[in-house]
């Protein structure tokens, strides 16, 4: 699976972003999705992750309350809508999927995930 993020860019702090992550196959429904950041100077960090089915979905505390992960299966998308966004939400996101044999699981880590796509620039100013 090939995956193409975007909508990245720059807003003020209390704005909101929708990123959207395309992905390149028809297997895309047997994938869980997740989305994770990178900071200057700072490790990957998970952000968000949703299931095969779409039915469960995890987030990080740092953004639980804030922001949303959602798919639809059948434009092989995932996306991911940001509001109230803070300056410590200034980084590059990346998306993410995994080949699921069980439909609910939901990955955190990164070195769960097997494709990635080329990460979005998200900043957000004070």
């Known amino acids: 699976v090939q995956l193409q993020a975007s909508g990245g860019g720059l807003v003020q702090a209390g704005g909101s972003l929708r990123l959207s992550c395309a992905a390149s196959r028809r297997t895309f429904n047997m994938n869980s999705m997740g989305w994770f950041r990178q900071a200057p100077g700072k490790g990957r960090e998970f952000v968000a992750g949703?299931?095969?089915?779409?039915?469960?979905?995890h987030y990080a505390d740092a953004v639980k309350g804030r922001f949303t992960i959602s798919r639809n299966n059948v434009q092989n998308s995932v996306a991911l809508q940001m509001n109230s966004l803070k300056s410590e939400d200034t980084a590059v996101y990346y998306c993410?999927?995994?080949?699921?044999?069980?439909?609910?699981?939901?990955?955190?880590?990164?070195?769960?995930?097997?494709?990635w796509g080329q990460g979005t620039l998200v900043t957000v100013s004070s």
């Open positions: 949703i299931s095969q089915n779409g039915y469960n979905a």
């Open positions: 993410a999927s995994n080949y699921e044999r069980r439909p609910e699981l939901v990955r955190v880590t990164p070195n769960e995930y097997q494709n």
